[in-house]
Nanobody
């Protein structure tokens, strides 16, 4: 059974940092393009960024470039989203997505709230 489990969310002050984790079981995450999405209340889900499977190329949403970084730990079968200089617009539920060919899996999400 494939599972993606996100963790690391929470309440953080503006300008703070968080590291989200997406740990996989039942699949080898490095063979999937792994993406982070987020969805704020009343808004559509948007792609924050991804890391490709073979060559680990990363892509980021313009509004998070220079603040967010995606990395991968093959030994832990985990992909991370490092978030720095957070602001209120980053408040959302963050979801992990793994995709390969016709296979696609989602995690349950982790809440990030940026507030003073």
């Amino acid at each position: 059974q494939v599972q993606l489990v996100e963790s690391g969310g929470g309440l953080v002050q503006p300008g703070g940092s968080l590291r989200l984790s997406c740990q996989a079981s039942g699949l080898t995450l490095s063979t999937y393009t792994t993406s982070w999405y987020r969805q704020a209340p009343g808004k559509m889900r948007e792609l924050v960024g991804h890391i490709t499977s073979i060559d680990a190329v990363t892509f980021y949403l313009n509004s998070v470039k220079g603040r967010f970084t995606i990395s991968r730990d093959k030994a832990k079968n985990t992909v991370y989203l490092h978030m720095n200089n957070l602001n209120a617009d980053d408040t959302a539920t963050y979801f992990c997505n793994a995709r390969h060919s016709t296979y696609e899996f989602w995690g349950q999400g982790t809440q990030v709230t940026v507030s003073s």
